[in-house]
Structures are given as C-alpha cells and as structure tokens.
C-alpha cells in the first residue's frame, strides 16, 4: 500500500506562484511513476504533469507547459510541482498520484494505482 500526502495548496493571485509538494510512503517510491492531475468543481481530473522513476521522462499538459515544472527527490520520497504565472483557470484540486509496475505514467488518469487527498490550489484575478 502507498500513501500519497500533499501540501502546498493555497490562495494566491494572479501571476503568482506555488510549489506542491507530494510525500510517498513506503521504502520503494523510486520504482513508482508519478504524476500530478487537478480537479475543478463540476468537471472531470485533469492530467497536469507527470514524471518517469528516475525523472529522465516528463510531460505536461499544453495549458501548463512553460510555466509549470515537475521533479522528484527519490532521497526524499517526495515529488513536487512547482507552479508559476498562476491564472484564475489554474483553480482546481491538485493530487499526486503513483502507478506501479511502470517507468513512465502517462496521462490517462486510470492508469494510475494510488491517489493522494489533494491540495486545493485559488487563483484570485
């Protein structure tokens, strides 16, 4: 079993900035894949961006690349998102999410083995 927990989440203006990070458990979080997936109200998780065991594969969805970054500290077990020139469409639920048996996640929520609670993360205009 592996437990994901967020932290990072906050109100924040426009053009403003924020780094979620995501703790794992377990003592093998370098054999998971990793992703990040947001949701907002009344609509369907997002793909965000996600990263390969050993942070050499990464990919982000269009409406975020160039201003967000992924990247993973396996001596920490920990993954985070890094996230600049926020906008009000940014708003949503952030969660980190681990697929095993894998190197690389991909974007297809359902691919995913293990979820954590979220962060919620508001841009004001």
């Known amino acids: 079993q592996v437990q994901l927990v967020e932290s990072g989440g906050g109100l924040v203006q426009a053009g403003g900035s924020l780094r979620l990070s995501c703790a794992a458990s377990?003592?093998?979080?370098?054999?998971?894949?990793m992703g990040w997936f947001r949701q907002a109200p009344g609509k369907e998780r997002d793909f965000v961006a996600a990263?390969?065991?050993?942070?050499?594969?990464?990919g982000y969805a269009d409406s975020v690349k160039g201003r967000f970054t992924i990247s993973r500290d396996n001596a920490k077990n920990t993954v985070y998102l890094q996230m600049n020139n926020l906008n009000p469409e940014d708003t949503a639920v952030y969660h980190c999410?681990?697929?095993?048996?894998?190197?690389?996640?991909?974007?297809?929520?359902?691919?995913?083995?293990?979820w954590g609670q979220g962060t919620q993360v508001t841009v004001s205009s």
């Open positions: 999410a681990a697929r095993i048996a894998t190197y690389y996640g991909g974007t297809n929520p359902g691919g995913y083995d293990y």
């Open positions: 377990g003592r093998t979080f370098s054999s998971y894949a």
């Open positions: 990263i390969s065991r050993s942070g050499g594969n990464i």
